[in-house]
């Protein structure tokens, strides 16, 4: 089935995706921006993220708060993220006021006053996020799995590290800006009540004149898998462990979606049910798949306490193995359940829809219905799902710990040839509205 959303290109290589939901009367619209965490220079980790702050503090004829004032009172929820090869811009507001809102933005990414002035601030800001990451283990944890279990540089932190943040200046953030922020692989998806004849003149318009910038070539690192320990005086311990997926662009992603959901899709799922409720290990436990363009992983966390540790992570790996064994139909049943129930929620969302038709172009290169996801998670089959596990079963973990002592990883990891390390100090993907990474 063919989409509904008009896919345009601007001269400056600007790619739009417009998709009319002729039953509501909002707009949104996402903006992905080529300007993430990885790319940023050696050394100098948060540059995006103080990037994706100051570009919004003044742009155009708008000092910091008249911009600020001038969106508030188009009514716009907005938001801002930073993700691996990305800086996100998202908004939704009523439809006959989307266009102003887009203008707006023409101006915040087109002429960001990025004032020097406001630099130190922005900073001190970021570095006070992330002590306070720093202070709860579970981010803390997922934040470092990541950095571990991705080739370089794809597990890049979105948000910086602290030990970098003194080596970052204003040129800096000026310099990202200036090389990075480009329209060319650029990608503005909007959704809602609008038609393309009415937004495309405002796109070109607010963007027609933005110049080309260079393009960036990334190659991937060497990667192996690590059981790594970070030590913290607690009673608790945190658990991650990560292995190998395939991507969202893999034919095969609905069913390692789908195997992934047997571990972690819910109450009733087998690590909540077996780790958590018969066993009583943790208080926490969760499974995704987490997908780059072209790496992904499954990414699990536990947390427990100390004494309770080496039990929780004993068995939550062989339940990850013991899916090989089968699954029941009852368990695929509950999966497309969750999934279809998610559909329902992104087809009455714009701000959703214009995230993923965003999203979709920038892993696919294409458009994906609603209504083809449906078809994929109805097709899925308890004999596909099977092979799928079978040709990528759950091995070669990366395991991190965060706690008073270090585990044991024995569960058929020896096989595997993972280099075990000492301590050290310290953007998904499901359907539907899961879908993509999130690049975080």
């Given at each position: ?6 896919i ?5 290589g600007?790619t739009?995706i417009v998709?009319p ?8 619209f996402s ?6 965490s990885?790319h940023?220079p050696?050394?100098?980790?948060g ?11 003044g ?5 910091s708060r008249?911009?600020?004032?001038t ?6 929820q907005r ?5 691996v090869k990305h800086l996100?811009f ?10 102003q ?7 915040i ?7 020097a002035?406001?630099f130190?601030?922005?900073r001190?800001?970021l570095e006070?996020?992330?002590r306070?990451?720093q202070?709860e283990p579970?981010?803390?944890l997922?934040?470092?799995l990541?950095r571990?279990?991705?080739p ?12 970098q943040l003194p080596?970052?200046s204003?040129s800096?953030v000026?310099?990202?800006y200036r090389?990075?922020?480009r329209?060319n692989?650029?990608i503005l998806g ?7 004849d ?7 318009e607010a963007?027609?004149?933005w110049?080309?910038?260079?393009e960036t070539?990334?190659?991937?690192g060497?990667?192996?898998?690590v059981?790594?320990?970070i030590a913290h005086?607690?009673t608790?311990?945190?658990i991650?462990?990560?292995?190998e997926?395939v991507?969202?662009r893999?034919?095969?992603y609905?069913?390692?979606w789908a ?11 087998r690590?909540f ?18 997908s780059?363009?072209?790496h992904a992983?499954?990414l ?17 790996l062989?339940?990850m193995?013991r899916?090989a064994e ?7 049943e ?6 279809k ?6 087809q009455e ?11 979709d172009w920038?892993?696919l ?9 449906r078809?994929?998670?109805?097709a899925l089959r308890v ?10 079963p759950?091995a ?6 965060i706690?008073p002592?270090p585990?044991?990883?024995?569960h058929?990891?020896?096989?595997a ?5 000492g301590?050290?100090?310290p ?6 509205a899961e879908r ?5």
């Amino acid at each position: 089935m063919s989409s509904t959303a008009t896919i345009h290109t601007l001269d400056n290589g600007l790619t739009v995706i417009v998709e009319p939901m002729r039953d509501v009367r909002s707009a949104a619209f996402s903006f992905l921006v080529p300007a993430g965490s990885v790319h940023e220079p050696q050394g100098r980790n948060g540059t995006a993220a103080i990037l994706s702050d100051l570009i919004l503090r003044g742009a155009g004829s708008l000092d910091s708060r008249q911009l600020t004032a001038t969106l508030d009172n188009l009514g716009l929820q907005r938001s801002e993220s930073v993700g691996v090869k990305h800086l996100g811009f998202s908004g939704a507001t009523v439809a006959d006021r989307l266009p102003q809102a887009l203008a707006v933005y023409g101006d915040i990414l087109r002429k960001p006053h990025l004032p020097a002035d406001q630099f130190d601030a922005v900073r001190e800001g970021l570095e006070m996020t992330l002590r306070a990451m720093q202070d709860e283990p579970r981010q803390q944890l997922m934040v470092e799995l990541r950095r571990r279990c991705f080739p370089s540089p794809w597990g890049t932190p979105t948000y910086g590290q602290l030990e970098q943040l003194p080596d970052i200046s204003s040129s800096d953030v000026v310099d990202h800006y200036r090389q990075l922020v480009r329209p060319n692989g650029a990608i503005l998806g909007v959704a809602g009540g609008v038609e393309p004849d009415e937004i495309l003149p405002v796109v070109e318009e607010a963007f027609g004149g933005w110049e080309e910038g260079a393009e960036t070539e990334l190659v991937d690192g060497e990667y192996t898998p690590v059981i790594e320990h970070i030590a913290h005086d607690s009673t608790q311990t945190h658990i991650g462990i990560a292995y190998e997926a395939v991507p969202y662009r893999h034919e095969d992603y609905y069913t390692a979606w789908a195997s992934v959901g047997v571990l972690s899709g819910g109450m009733s799922a087998r690590l909540f049910t077996e780790v958590r409720e018969r066993r009583g290990l943790c208080y926490s436990i969760s499974a995704v798949l987490n997908s780059l363009p072209y790496h992904a992983r499954v990414l699990a966390y536990a947390g427990t306490t100390a004494e309770r540790a080496q039990e929780t992570l004993d068995v939550t790996l062989a339940e990850m193995q013991r899916l090989a064994e089968g699954i029941e139909p009852g368990e695929l049943e509950r999966c497309q359940a969750r999934a279809k129930s998610a559909l329902i929620m992104e087809q009455e969302s714009t701000i959703a829809r214009a995230g993923a038709v965003a999203r979709d172009w920038f892993h696919l290169g294409r458009i994906t219905t609603l209504e083809e996801v449906r078809e994929k998670i109805e097709a899925l089959r308890v004999e596909t799902v099977l092979e799928y596990i079978h040709a990528h079963p759950a091995a070669e973990f990366t395991v991190l710990t965060i706690g008073p002592e270090p585990l044991k990883v024995s569960h058929a990891i020896e096989a595997a040839d993972v280099a075990a390390t000492g301590d050290t100090d310290p953007q998904v993907i499901a359907p539907p509205a899961e879908r993509v990474d999130q690049e975080k």
